[in-house]
């Protein structure tokens, strides 16, 4: 079911426990080196962009919206990540589910030994 | 087997949720068919092989057409499709601040202008790739915008007095490229000839195009002290 950006997702949400929570100061993010999943998503955000899926400047215009909203804790360079998810979702591209279940499966899978 | 060096053990570090949601999702758009992995590795090896080459382009041309010039000041955004850079089709650009305008700034006899980002280290990637490490630092960022000739000098470049040095701090919305005057020694070139002169420092405005001076070149050695390399 769409939820408009009006909600966050629960299986985004959970991803907040793994970085550090935004405060008022970390809007300076020049200190920091992105890592390499933020440049994937940048990739992931032109192959959607590309195939009209979700078009550039409305994941950025949603950016905005969400990463001030719903998504208001986590840091600015997390918004791409959880947007792209998050609008996938609204589309009904995959649903909560799907993304856990894959969650799952990718960690399975770079976690093996 | 032996070898001259060892290398230390690959520390991994724990793999992080982000990680996880990133190619998860990629995953799922490949798997309902929305693009294919290739597509994402070619847009991911496009995106980072942008180099300030592009700028240089836009330079040596504006220094050789005027109409081209003029057509770069006045919409920069527009201009940049004529070098085969369309900021939003596709951006590329690895920054979430991607929807922007772009404007040149051109230098002038009494007029120098640099870029910097002090919120961050947004930067205009389509046409001058990735930031160096230092344009990202806080010291750049915090001093440039206060202290402008001196965090020029410390760069080697010394502007006369009146010479006006004017900072633009880039945003969300808007990223900027330095236009230099053309250098003394460089009439009857050709625009490849121009371009290689135009470096990337000289594009963000910490450095000036010098005729004998271009990026590929390796830089001479110093003098040194017996040398008296004097400015």
Known sequence: MSRGGARPYDVLMSALSDVEERTGNDLVCGERTPAPWESAVQATCECLSSAGTLDNLERRQAEDRLGETVYARFPVHTRSALTVAHSLMDREIFTEEELRAKMKEVRARLEAV | ?231
């Open chain 2, 1 to 231: 087997m032996s070898t001259t060096h060892s290398h230390a053990p690959l520390k991994e570090s724990p793999l992080t949720e982000f990680e996880v949601l990133e190619l998860a999702v990629r995953e799922l758009a490949i798997e309902k068919g929305l693009f294919s992995a290739d597509d994402h590795r070619r847009f991911a090896e496009w995106a980072e092989s942008r180099t300030y080459t592009v700028g240089s382009r836009m330079v040596a041309r504006s220094w050789l057409d005027p109409a081209f010039k003029e057509r770069l000041l006045r919409d920069g955004t527009e201009t940049s499709k004529e070098v085969g850079v369309d900021w939003l089709q596709p951006t590329g650009q690895g920054t979430p601040s991607d929807y922007t305008y772009f404007y040149v700034l051109e230098n002038t006899p009494k007029l120098h202008n640099v870029i910097v980002c002090t919120l961050c280290s947004c930067y205009p990637r389509p046409v001058l790739g990735m930031s160096p490490d230092w344009y990202r630092t806080p010291n750049y960022r915090r001093r440039m915008v206060r202290w402008p000739r001196q965090v020029l000098a410390e760069f080697g470049l010394h502007l006369p007095p009146d010479v006006e040095v004017r900072v633009h701090d880039s945003n969300q919305k808007s990223r900027f490229m330095v236009m230099p005057m053309r250098p003394e020694g460089t009439e009857g070139w050709s625009e490849d000839q121009l371009a290689a002169i135009v470096t990337r420092d000289c594009l963000i405005g910490v450095a000036l195009p010098r005729a004998d001076v271009t990026a590929s070149q390796v830089p001479k050695q110093p003098k040194g002290r017996n040398g008296g390399n004097k400015r």
